[in-house]
């Protein structure tokens, strides 16, 4: 059937039209509200996770800064005073006394303790001789000699007794020779015998003979010359002649001086070095003794070289620094005016040994000793009576509590916008400078 087509509806097909309009219309609503739903969902978180995370960092900061301000301005601000007192200087001379029977210090009549140290040091040192000598070296050596007396009866030669060797070279006995008698069997004798020293009468290394037969030259004319009779097995030797040193008298001298003063030395060092460093010795506080200074070389003696030894004893009286300088501080305390401190550091000592005990155990010192002094100052009351002041009314109130016994006054605060001193004592420090 052919669709009709109308110019103008009629009022039926109108609302007939309408009518499914209006329920697509419907059905679309019903659609479509839960994607818009779901879509202003999304919107929402987009634009909550869209926030800058610096947002609330920013406010935290501010926060902490808005406290540090506070606290900045409440609890900081503080004032420094710094104050030059006028130093005056107080010098004394005075002598005191070291003494090793004082116990204690007695500030009334200047006597400290002293103390006694000893030491005894041995040195000793090999020096060369300076002298020159012409000497000539006797050779010597040991023969056997021999008696063949008959009938056999022992023989006695006296200490001197010369022999003669077959080169014609003259030795002499150094002690007494007894020759046991010999023994005999028929006919025959064997000879009895006795070995000794014997020593060339002259120097020089020609009587270094080799093994030689010997005669006795005072025997000879007399039966006993061809009985007694000697012989050696070994060379002789020591014989020499040639320019040689020798100990004088100025060589043992000046070993002596050396080794004393080396002696001396090394004790001093040796007593100071026990001596903690609390003590003060002076360089005329010790005194040294000479127990022995000897060689057993005597002046004349031919050698190269000698032995000196010396051996010294030190003693020195000591006191302990400290003691000295409180005796000298309490007196500078007591000679302070009213009102007055005394200033740490200041104070200067200076003392020599004007006499010398040891024996005693006695030092005399001459003291020259200083120390400064100052106006005293209770720094706490004064920060106190600052507290809440401006940088002229405190110098005012300085000036006014110290007046000419101050040189310079020097006011800080802080920080930068503080114009006054704060009201807690702890914030106002008031420093002595010097």
Not at 392 to 411: E, H, P, R, W, Y
Request: without cysteine; hydrophobic residues 40%; charged residues 25%.
């Amino acid at each position: 059937m052919a669709k009709k087509i109308y110019d103008v509806k009629p009022p039926k097909v109108a609302r007939k039209s309408q009518k499914k309009i209006k329920e697509f219309l419907a059905e679309e609503k019903v659609i479509k509200k839960p994607r818009e739903q779901h879509r202003e969902q999304n919107v929402a978180r987009h634009k909550k996770e869209s926030r800058p995370a610096w947002v609330p960092v920013s406010i935290g900061v501010a926060v902490v800064l808005l406290i540090a301000i506070v606290y900045l301005f409440f609890k900081l601000p503080k004032a420094e005073i710094a104050i030059w007192p006028k130093v005056d200087v107080l010098s004394f001379t005075q002598t005191a006394t070291a003494d090793k029977s004082a116990k204690l210090a007695d500030s009334e009549k200047f006597i400290i303790p002293a103390e006694s140290f000893q030491i005894i040091k041995t040195a000793s040192q090999e020096f060369s001789a300076t002298g020159n000598a012409s000497n000539e070296g006797l050779a010597s050596g040991t023969i056997t000699v021999y008696n063949k007396y008959d009938p056999p009866t022992s023989a006695t030669l006296k200490a001197g007794t010369h022999f003669l060797s077959d080169s014609g070279k003259l030795f002499v006995s150094l002690q007494k020779i007894v020759i046991p008698a010999g023994k005999k069997s028929g006919s025959k004798i064997t000879p009895g015998s006795v070995k000794v020293t014997i020593q060339a009468v002259e120097g020089g290394d020609s009587y270094n003979i080799a093994p030689s037969n010997f005669s006795v030259p005072g025997l000879k004319g007399t039966s006993s010359y061809y009985s007694i009779y000697a012989t050696s097995t070994e060379a002789m030797s020591g014989g020499y002649a040639g320019k040689v040193k020798k100990v004088t008298a100025d060589d043992i001298l000046q070993a002596k001086d050396v080794m004393v003063k080396k002696a001396t030395d090394d004790a001093v060092a040796d007593l100071k070095g026990q001596i903690s460093s609390d003590y003060v010795l002076l360089d005329n506080a010790v005194s040294s003794s000479v127990n022995d200074a000897s060689t057993k070389t005597k002046s004349g003696t031919v050698a190269d070289k000698f032995t000196y030894q010396a051996t010294v004893k030190s003693t020195a009286i000591a006191f302990k620094k400290s003691d000295l300088e409180s005796l000298a501080k309490d007196y500078i305390i007591s000679q302070i005016p009213e009102g007055k401190t005394l200033l740490d550091n200041s104070f200067k000592i200076n003392y020599s040994a004007s006499a010398v005990d040891i024996s005693g155990g006695k030092l005399s010192l001459n003291l020259d000793f200083s120390s400064g002094t100052y106006q005293s100052v209770d720094k706490n009351s004064l920060a106190l009576s600052l507290i809440g002041e401006n940088a002229n009314q405190i110098a005012q109130t300085i000036n006014n509590a110290l007046g000419d016994q101050v040189s310079k006054t020097d006011i800080k605060f802080w920080p930068f916008w503080v114009t006054s001193a704060p009201n807690n004592q702890k914030a106002v420090r008031v420093e002595l400078k010097f």
